[in-house]
């Protein structure tokens, strides 16, 4: 048993500033997957801070302070020795779990680094990148992906949580991409775009989209679309062809991207339409998982006025293999009335 499931149940009464101006308020905190919840008092969730970027701000001292970045704009305040004990071990124990700078430069010896580094600067400007992609590992991946989606919760409200529908939308992940598969879903109650794909295989999708229609075909297929956009194009490249040189060095010398940028990419990802997928690629993204592409189709002509063209359904008239149990889809339909 990790840490984080020994405290998963602890709550705590906290007093929370959401930022420099605000009045302090009351709130309740407890523990989420990797993040620290914050939630009002009738349990509607407020933030989610990611616990291995938590900052104390006083350490030694009661009651504890912590912000979720360098910046502080936000602070939290927790009296209850027994939560700030807890959350202390969590971050360690998520603290050895992170790659560190030292296991990085292990990577490669210190010859291939400064030829890669040549490379990159007079030769091939995407070598290092391609280098630093090919080294960052998943739980790295999966830290700036939660990271940025903090970040797109000012637009997008707070993910929505139920232990019952999160269950299903894990089975959802793996009856499109198979029992492995490393992605995640996750719900929000507002995405313009539908669905989009953060690093480290998480995949934000519209609560609107569940609402939308009663198939779950429909919401499988924006799923789909949003891993087709990316398959050419690691959302973690992305990020760092726009960030630039310095900070793919950075990410490679010292696992570390800065909080700003991260802030920024979110914003820029959310004001920007959903990246395009293949059609090709998209239909057989369809026909791998066995799903058919008209509930898609007619849910995204609903959204957006304009449906994509895709070709022929491989599916048409085929037997389609059960994508959700009805309590499952029941319980992604009502995740955010919960």
Known sequence: MTALDRYVRLESDALWRAGTDAQRRDVTISFGDATLVIADGAGRPLAHWSLPALIRQNPGESPAIYAPDDEASEVLEIADTMMVDAIEEVRKALAKARPRPGKLRHWLTGGVILATIALAIFWLPGALTRQTLAVVPLPKRIEIGTAMLGHMQAQTGAPCRSPQAAAAATRLAQRLFGAGTAMRIVVVPQLAQGAVALPGGLIVLDYGVLQGSDDPAAAAGFVLASRAAVIHMDPLERLLQE?????????????????????DNAQALMQGEAPLADPDLLRNLFAAASIPQSPYLAAADARTGSMPELGDDPMQGQPVPLILSDSDWVSLQNICNI
């Open 243 to 263: 960030a630039g040189l310095g900070v793919t060095f950075r990410l490679l010398t010292t696992a570390e991207i800065p909080s700003s940028i991260l802030r």
